[in-house]
Structure formats: C-alpha cells, structure tokens
C-alpha cells in the first residue's frame, strides 16, 4: 500500500467504472463530485460527466425555489397563526416567524434573482399555508382572505405583526 495521497481524479480513474462517466454518479456521489469539480479546473471539460453536473447545477436552483416557497409558508401560517389566535400568541410563534425572515434573506442574498418572481413564491405559499392553517389550528379557512394579506416588505419587517 502507498503512502501517497491520491487526487480526486486519480482516485475515480483508479476506480474500474471510472471509464464510464455516469456510473461513478449513480456509485459514490461524493467521489463523483470530487473528481468532476477537479476535470473542470482542468479544463478537461471533454472528461466531465457534463450531462449530470448541468442536471445538478439546475437541482440546486430549484432547491434554493423550493426552500424560499418553505420558509414563506411557515412564515405566512405563522403570521395567521398570530392575527387570528392572538389569545395563543407566543415566544416560540416569534422565534419562528424570525427565523423565517432570516433565512429567507440569506436564500435571497445567496440567489437575488428569486426576488422576481417572490410574488407567484408568496401566493402559493399563501395557500399552501392556508391548508396548514386549518389543519393545526381547527379553524376553517373560509375566514382567511382569498389571496395572502401580506406583501413582501411586511413579510420581511422584523416589526411587522398582523393584528
């Protein structure tokens, strides 16, 4: 056995099903990750498993789409939560609905250009929340608004509370 320390790529082309450029993906992700990210410093682009690195690139936006659509929806039900069962009100609800708006900045510092279609994110966040309104709270959704009260700049003020 060898004392050297092999590089991401010799590691995979050590591998016998290194010459297949997708059958490292669907074997050892990581190991896959790696070797590609170092073919691509290379400049070996004719190497690189492009198929799947563009498939992953796109799974990441639509990731960060998917977490922005999450955070607004525990967020909005929160807010809800708190304009209609103000008896109920809590540390917790506000140390939920902050953490929210934190992390939806950090989503929209890191992609700034979901910040143009945060309208169509907050709507079906809007009804996604609705339904979980009803179902935690016991209250039908019929006394909600039929479209989410709640425009972005509120949704994102820290001193921001629906009464």
């Given at each position: 056995?060898s004392?050297t320390?092999?590089t991401?790529?010799e590691?995979?082309e050590?591998?016998?099903t290194?010459?297949?450029?997708s059958s490292l993906y669907?074997?050892?992700?990581?190991?896959?990750a790696?070797?590609?990210a170092e073919l691509?410093?290379?400049g070996?682009?004719?190497?690189a498993?492009?198929?799947?690195?563009a498939e992953?690139?796109?799974?990441m936006?639509v990731s960060n789409k998917?977490?922005?659509a999450?955070r607004f929806?525990?967020?909005?039900?929160h807010?809800?939560k708190?304009?209609y069962?103000?008896?109920?009100?809590?540390?917790?609800?506000?140390?939920?609905?902050?953490?929210?708006r934190?992390e939806?900045?950090?989503?929209?510092e890191n992609s700034p250009?979901l910040?143009?279609?945060?309208?169509?994110?907050?709507?079906?966040?809007?009804?996604?929340a609705q339904?979980?309104?009803e179902k935690?709270t016991?209250?039908t959704?019929?006394?909600?608004?039929?479209?989410c009260?709640?425009?972005f700049?509120?949704?994102?003020?820290?001193?921001?509370?629906p009464?």
């Amino acid at each position: 056995m060898s004392n050297t320390i092999e590089t991401p790529v010799e590691q995979a082309e050590n591998k016998n099903t290194a010459k297949d450029k997708s059958s490292l993906y669907d074997l050892d992700f990581y190991q896959w990750a790696l070797y590609n990210a170092e073919l691509l410093r290379q400049g070996k682009l004719t190497e690189a498993d492009i198929e799947n690195i563009a498939e992953e690139i796109e799974s990441m936006g639509v990731s960060n789409k998917k977490e922005l659509a999450s955070r607004f929806v525990v967020l909005i039900m929160h807010l809800l939560k708190w304009q209609y069962q103000p008896k109920r009100r809590s540390k917790s609800w506000i140390s939920t609905i902050n953490t929210q708006r934190t992390e939806i900045e950090i989503v929209l510092e890191n992609s700034p250009s979901l910040k143009y279609g945060i309208e169509g994110i907050i709507e079906g966040a809007f009804t996604k929340a609705q339904k979980r309104f009803e179902k935690e709270t016991g209250i039908t959704k019929d006394v909600l608004p039929m479209y989410c009260p709640y425009i972005f700049e509120q949704l994102m003020d820290y001193d921001f509370w629906p009464e």
